[in-house]
């Protein structure tokens, strides 16, 4: 891999403002920041950009995040991102649906700041290449 | 002829007089019997049957009534259930939401992300930054309440299978680990050297475990000592049972609030100075749950020195 290359985040967010946050922090750092406001563009999306890693919002208008780390894990050329799962949920039943569904880790965004979601973003790729 | 017939008549008459008497008296009885019967009729004897009548339509209005007022109960429950469900996703998310997008901005500028800023303004964004912050715990501790008081009295709800507990409680710590080591507390779990695998609800136990580890790490002060320690010690003869110990060396509890400590919504004095926001039911919730498991909690604890809890579980549920 190119180490000159930016390394490419997927950020699948609903909300305009968290959205613009999220990609700001982590523009901010380096990163190629790609959105997708939903579960089908997010999708269609990581096929088409083969991100390095995807942060993925759960309840989203159409498909929702669970559909879409279905789909994604689904994937031949998708398999092996990593997903951070970054949302308000955050009961029992969810995290062990999302691990289920090979979610990488699972965050609470109220619980974290954008300095954390970095921090989860670079460890993700750092086991990746590792 | 004649005189023979009479003789014959007679002879039979004095022959069979105590009978002809009898007849004659129950004959006479029976009708006496049934004047009085006749007497009566017209007036009492339609009433015990009425009466048992209107008892039997009442007691079936009554019936009819308690079985609308159940359907009813049942219904408001179903209600309930979903005004429940549908609070715990607004909280969840519609809460959530915009307390992320505060607490997030404040924590960039703060950290002059967004461009720089004065120390005057840093001390304002700091403090809004720890507002948010301390919404979002409330909100963390509704939901809290909310996952843990489902089912939380109802053995019949619960799901026993056979679980690992030292690799429960291996999982419950994992969750404290960021937490106790910004508090620089020390953690220790003794765990035996084989598994030990008890007949309990999964779910339920992690929230034994969560509420003692919570309390723990809360009320020990920085550079403290939790020790976790499992063992199938045959405590009591007549059953296996796994007994899990907590200690910390904590604010403990007074000895004058021990009795008190398992009640609902009980803060000890001390631990209400500790932490503010405590709801009191972490304690009786435990006791709830272990109960169901048919197992034993108590509890040792000196002020200022910390607290140990002892809690027993059978390896296998008997049926209830």
Redesign the interface.
């Known amino acids: 891999m190119d180490p000159n290359k930016k390394q490419t985040v997927l950020i699948v967010e609903d ?1 305009e ?2 959205r613009a ?2 990609a ?2 982590l523009d ?1 750092d380096g990163f190629n920041v790609q959105v997708a406001v939903d579960g089908e563009t997010a999708v269609a999306t990581a096929k088409e950009i083969k991100p390095d890693v995807i942060v993925l919002d759960l ?1 989203l208008p159409g498909l929702d995040g669970f559909e879409v780390l279905e789909k994604i894990k689904a994937e031949e050329s998708l398999k092996a991102v990593p997903i951070i799962v970054f949302s ?5 039943e969810d995290i062990e649906r999302a691990q289920y569904l090979g979610a990488a880790s699972f965050l ?4 974290f ?3 954390d979601l970095l921090e989860k973003v670079k460890e993700q790729l750092a086991l990746v290449k590792g | 002829m004649n005189s023979t017939v009479i003789l014959l008549v007679s002879a039979l008459v004095v022959l069979f007089h105590p009978f002809i008497f009898l007849w004659y008296g129950e004959r006479k009885r029976n009708r006496k019997l049934l004047q009085i019967a006749e007497l009566a009729l017209p007036q009492e004897p339609m009433i015990p049957a009425d009466e048992a009548r209107q008892q039997l339509e009442a007691k079936d209005r009554e019936l009819n009534a308690k079985e609308l007022a159940l359907s009813l109960a049942g219904k408001r429950l179903d209600k309930l259930d979903t005004a429940k469900f549908e609070f715990v996703s607004v909280t969840t998310h519609q809460l959530r939401t915009p307390l992320s997008a505060i607490k997030w901005t404040f924590d960039m500028l703060n950290k002059g992300q967004l461009g720089p800023i004065t120390d005057e303004q840093k001390v304002f964004l700091q403090k809004g930054y720890e507002s948010t912050d301390r919404a979002i715990d409330i909100v963390n501790e509704l939901l809290k309440i909310d996952s843990i008081q489902e089912g939380k009295d109802n053995r019949a709800q619960y799901s026993f299978s056979n679980v690992d507990l030292g690799e429960l409680i291996d999982t419950v710590a994992f969750l404290f680990t960021n937490q106790m080591k910004q508090k620089n507390i020390n953690f220790t779990f003794n765990k035996p050297a084989s598994q030990i695998i008890a007949e309990v609800d999964s779910k339920q136990m992690h929230v034994v475990l969560e509420n003692l580890l919570d309390n723990a790490v809360k009320y020990t002060k920085s550079g403290g000592q939790i020790t976790v320690t499992l063992s199938d010690a045959k405590l009591n003869s007549a059953r296996s049972v796994a007994e899990i110990i907590v200690a910390d060396t904590g604010i403990g509890i007074p000895e004058r609030e021990h009795s008190k400590i398992f009640q609902r919504f009980y803060r000890s004095s001390n631990a209400v100075k500790v932490m503010t926001d405590g709801n009191g039911l972490g304690l009786a919730i435990i006791k709830d749950i272990i109960g169901n498991h048919q197992g034993e909690i108590h509890f040792e604890s000196e002020e200022n020195k910390g607290t140990t809890f002892y809690l027993t579980i059978p390896l296998q549920q008997t049926k209830v």
């Open positions: 909300d403002f968290l946050l999220a700001k922090r901010k309840i308000n949920l955050g009961q029992k609470v965004k109220s619980n700041t954008l300095d």
